[in-house]
Nanobody
Framework: QVQLVESGGGLVQPGGSLRLSCAASGFTFSNSAMSWHRQAPGKEREWVATITGSSGRTNYADAVKGRFTISKDNAKNMVYLQMNTLTPDDTAVYYC?????????WGRGTQVTVSS
């Protein structure tokens, strides 16, 4: 059974940092592209960052480029999102997603709130 469990969200002041984690199980992690997405209140879910399964190549949405870093640990089946210089516009529920030849899988999300 595929499971993706996000953690690390919380309340942070503008300019602060958070590190999100996603624990994956039930599928071949090393062969899967892993991505982070977010959904702010009243808005559609949007893509944030991706790291590919084989080469570990990364891509970022323009809104987070230079501030967020996606990484993964194949030995631990973990993917991370380091978020720096956070702003109130980054407030959202952050979701982990796995994509491979079988399908797409989503976690339940973790709330990130950026507020003073």
């Amino acid at each position: 059974q595929v499971q993706l469990v996000e953690s690390g969200g919380g309340l942070v002041q503008p300019g602060g940092s958070l590190r999100l984690s996603c624990a994956a199980s039930g599928f071949t992690f090393s062969n899967s592209a892993m991505s982070w997405h977010r959904q702010a209140p009243g808005k559609e879910r949007e893509w944030v960052a991706t790291i590919t399964g084989s080469s570990g190549r990364t891509n970022y949405a323009d809104a987070v480029k230079g501030r967020f870093t996606i990484s993964k640990d194949n030995a631990k089946n973990m993917v991370y999102l380091q978020m720096n210089t956070l702003t109130p516009d980054d407030t959202a529920v952050y979701y982990c997603k796995a994509t491979n030849s079988v399908g797409n899988y989503w976690g339940r999300g973790t709330q990130v709130t950026v507020s003073s």
